[in-house]
């Protein structure tokens, strides 16, 4: 599974605004709503659901929400670039700058887990970070996301 699979170029925040985590996850869902043709309402339940669990601050100024809507008919990913960290509640105390929302359909269970796995590795690579965080020009960074994912395809 590439990064393209998922991800569209319309999907890519390049400056998001906000000064909290709610606010972070409402602006995302807002922007997911209008790219999956699913309700904002429904996104947000979702992904506040998901962060009661544990967050998905994964450390490194990196968050990858994520959850699972029964009507979505396949995966779809949103990329954004905060203007400024926010606190996320990060498992290592750190603001998130880089998000990566994930949201999959009910039943995809292996798909989910697969596309979690992908985002992670990308994102993992600190030199594509740094490259993320250098630019705010959203074709750039849906480049950035996508030609790493296949230059360094396994």
Do not use: W
Not at 2 to 29: F, H, M, T
Not at 69 to 93: K, N, Q
């Amino acid at each position: 599974m590439e990064i393209s699979d998922i991800l569209e170029p319309r999907a890519v925040i390049a400056s998001l605004r906000a000064a909290n985590k709610k606010q972070i996850l409402q602006e995302i869902a807002r922007r997911a709503a209008e790219i999956t043709l699913q309700p904002e309402r429904a996104i947000v339940d979702v992904l506040v659901e998901r962060e009661r669990l544990g967050t998905t601050g994964v450390g490194a100024g990196i968050a990858i929400p994520h959850g699972k809507l029964p009507t979505l008919p396949r995966l779809y990913g949103l990329f954004a670039r905060l203007e400024t960290p926010v606190e996320f509640e990060s498992i290592d105390g750190q603001p998130v700058d880089l998000i990566f929302l994930l949201l999959a359909p009910g039943g995809a269970g292996a798909d989910h887990l697969k596309a979690l796995a992908r985002v992670s590795r990308l994102l993992r690579d600190r030199s594509v970070c740094e490259k993320l965080r250098g630019s705010d020009n959203a074709e750039a960074l849906y480049a950035l996301l996508t030609e790493h994912a296949t230059s360094n395809a396994a």
